[in-house]
DNA sequence: TGTTGTGAATTCATTCACAGCG
DNA sequence: CGCTGTGAATGAATTCACAACA
């Protein structure tokens, strides 16, 4: 989630809803996609399909950009690539930094949607003095000494972080003192920066708690049960074949070292 | 977001809303944390704090729980760790399966957090024969074709897939014929899986368009420009702190009709 | 005709504010 | 007292359903 600010709910111009924004991109890339296919028009319900939403929602999330389609007949592909390219700042190259190459930061520079539509990877920097030099993904690392100069050399306004948890809020601080307005964070931590300031996250457990509260939810059911049993330990994960694994319905307490 | 259908409306058992579930885990995280430090209660100030949402959102959080706290005092630590996890469905262990074993998927395999609290890497495939038996992060990596026996036999029912986005929805449909349930997705492709099984994605180019947007909304708010036609192009990278309000320069809103 | 664009209705999420209880 | 738990109020997002119109 963004934590920016939200914005000035006053006048009623420009007031891309933060969903809709989200989705731009989705619709970026199916769009993309016909686009290359020399498919010249869409419907919004073709449209959706291929961006995975449906189609009322589509047309309302256009309506917020304006009114680029044709009545009858359906949006120009071209047309809306360009649009939409344009509201999402993708007219303009941004050029931005990673910080932290280990695994995940290498695998992030090699990434190939990284440098193709609207984003550069302008430097990689790590904190360790032996990756100095060493080329990855044909950038060469470099120190997080210099991570100030570069920031600003490079006119970097967006950093992605993918350090340890522990170095994260320290580099984001660096990030935000040299000027970095945006950052997209690897890191499992909260990351606290200042007003003005966008953090976005993306968190491996996160998504994959989220999935097995869905799973667990998926097994435990059959049953016609549904009271919302007050008392903290019953429930015997009553399941059948697919997937479960360990039938340990309650524990006691504690499972963290 | 949770892309694909998600769970039937059908028997309503547990009402726990999406977004609460989504902030589980950072709760979850920031109790860990304090566990780990042995403090024994926290409030839902503290708390709120330290995974960076405000309290009354916390607290309805956890009433959709139940009552875990005690009134004057706060909540018990340990006690809501495990409350926490038994809701997610961490009490149990996960076996995952990773698909596709390039700069990311290896990545993937190394990152400690997997295997962590819930979850157990179970297995690495990859397309490619040059790395069968191979090890990455320890774990042998086995051939796609092995792929339904190895679902089948690790019981497995959360696969992550982070091959190519060419490969993506054909190792997805696989998966899914195989019995996986739940899908973590890191190609850059809208995967169509059937009713009942869940897909999560994470998307850095989604990401970064999303940031780019508002970095974008953050350099135009000096000057009332920002018309539906001009190319943009410029932007000087002046980094001046607190942007966000702007005291408006709005634009008609095109076509309002 | 066929499809957009959008008010109105609905559902979901957040925030407020305070009663209730330890 | 202090802090939780929660109804009620507000706000945001989605969906409905249809008038407008190329």
Redesign the pocket.
């Known amino acids: 989630m963004a934590t920016g600010r939200?914005h000035r709910?006053a006048t009623r111009s420009r007031g891309i809803?933060?969903?809709?924004v989200a989705r731009l991109p989705l619709y970026l890339r199916a769009l993309t996609a016909l686009s290359e296919r020399s498919v010249p028009t869409v419907?919004?319900?073709e449209l959706a399909a291929a961006a995975g939403v449906?189609?009322?929602?589509l047309?309302?999330d256009?309506?917020y950009l304006g009114?680029?389609?044709?009545?009858?007949?359906?949006?120009d592909v071209e047309y809306l690539v360009y649009q939409i390219s344009r509201e999402l700042g993708l007219t303009q190259d941004w050029p931005v930094v990673i910080v932290g190459i280990g695994n995940l930061g290498a695998a992030l520079a090699n990434y190939g949607g990284f440098a193709s539509r609207g984003f550069r990877v302008a430097a990689l920097i790590d904190a360790d003095p032996a990756m100095a030099g060493k080329p990855v993904a044909g950038i060469p690392v470099q120190h997080t000494d210099d991570l100030e100069k570069i920031i600003s050399d490079n006119g970097v306004s967006i950093g992605v972080i993918a350090t340890p948890a522990g170095a994260a809020q320290q580099v984001c601080d660096r990030l935000v003192a040299a000027g970095v307005t945006s950052i997209l964070n690897f890191a499992p931590t909260v990351l606290s920066v200042p007003d003005g300031v966008d953090v976005r996250k993306v968190d491996l457990s996160i998504e994959l708690q989220i999935l097995a509260f869905h799973e667990q939810r998926k097994a435990g059911e059959e049953s016609a049960e549904g009271g919302p049993l007050p008392a903290a330990a019953s429930r015997g994960a009553a399941a059948d074949d697919s997937a479960d694994q360990g039938p340990d319905g309650d524990v006691p307490a504690v499972m963290p070292a």
Chains 1, 2 share one sequence.
């Open positions: 939200t709910p809803p933060e969903a809709t419907s919004s319900e449906n189609s009322a929602k047309r309302k256009f309506s009114s680029y389609g044709t009545r009858g007949v359906g949006y």
